[in-house]
């Protein structure tokens, strides 16, 4: 594994490029960029899946998002989709930059928020050959509609009546920037399942690092993030082959199967039986179970050029 940088406009995104042990740096190679769940850094799940994928001879990039882990961009710990979405776009540029990497045979795996934010990349960036999901989430939609997706959109007005009030405090009145939590230090009987999990995912000695602070900076991520729609206009611009995983106990379950059945492309729907929304982070029987859905698919797309739609 190899620590790098690489440009994103004038922020220096940093990443970690996971090689094949036996790599021939003469040949082109297929290349996959991984994008990490809303919250995270390279080190914990999208590390994983870059390692995996190396493994069985795949190039693979995972990054830190701009405005978060050693990335830079200032303010840090702002989540802004568009950002997000760009970085993604950067993560293909630098891969199409080295001698190793067959510029026509890059795909693209997002965990979590991420799987979100590489579909919407792909939407618009056709160098991204085949597009892998792990817990889908279409974070505006989330964050708008709740975990489980029953509430409506109008459900966001008081949360934004917040962010304007905040803004206006520390605008006119000198007050200290806002945060919140990505996922609940404090769960209680209400709590979702998956966000108790993501809880003990990023909060203890089981992934916990020091760049990932659990920090979201309230007034102008949240912004942001609620008029955002990772899966707009899906059925019309994505034009890739898709492959989407998740568990059968996940919370999140339902932004899975809205993206599979909304998306016109070749396209498969993996749902793992008793797997949760965290389980696919690091627990070794559903990462197992999720990489060996992702190297086929991708040995099958980015053998040679895919032809988009069936």
């Not at 989330?142 to 007005?157: C, L, N, P, T």
């Not at 059925?235 to 999140?252: I, M, R, W």
């Not at 999720?290 to 739609?309: K, Q």
Request: net charge negative; charged share 20%; hydrophobic share 40%.
């Amino acid at each position: 594994m190899d620590a790098i940088t690489f440009p994103n406009g004038p922020i220096t995104m940093a990443g970690d490029l996971h090689l094949p042990g036996d790599i021939d740096r003469t040949a082109r190679h297929a290349a996959v960029v991984v994008v990490h769940p809303g919250g995270g850094v390279k080190e914990q799940a999208a590390g994983l899946y870059a390692a995996r994928l190396a493994e069985q001879g795949f190039v693979a990039l995972a990054f830190d998002a701009s405005y978060q882990g050693d990335s830079g961009g200032e303010p840090h710990h702002l989540e802004d989709p568009y950002a997000r979405v760009d970085d993604v776009r950067a993560a293909v540029d630098h891969l199409q930059t080295l001698d190793f990497v067959d510029p026509e045979r890059i795909g693209a795996l997002g965990i979590c928020a991420g799987g979100g934010y590489a579909v919407n990349a792909a939407m618009t960036d056709y160098r991204i050959k085949a597009l892998t999901t792990v817990s889908a989430v279409n974070i505006g939609t989330s964050f708008r509609r709740g975990w489980y997706g029953a509430d409506s959109d109008a459900a966001a007005v008081p949360t934004l009546r917040a962010v304007a009030q905040q803004r206006t405090a520390e605008a006119s009145q000198g007050a200290e920037p806002a945060y919140l939590p990505y996922v609940p230090a404090e769960p209680d009987e209400n709590t979702p399942r998956d966000l108790v999990e993501a809880g003990e995912y990023y909060l203890t000695p089981r992934a916990a690092h020091p760049n990932a602070k659990n920090k979201l900076l309230f007034t102008k991520s949240v912004s942001r993030i609620f008029t955002f729609d990772a899966f707009h206009m899906v059925e019309d611009l994505l034009t890739q082959p898709l492959l989407v995983v998740a568990g059968s106990e996940a919370g999140s379950l339902w932004m899975s199967t809205e993206l599979h059945g909304r998306a016109r492309t070749a396209k498969r729907l993996r749902v793992v039986e008793g797997g949760t929304h965290m389980d696919f982070y690091d627990v070794p029987k559903y990462l197992d179970q999720a990489v060996a859905e992702a190297v086929p698919f991708y040995e099958e797309h980015l053998a040679a050029r895919p032809a988009g739609r069936d």
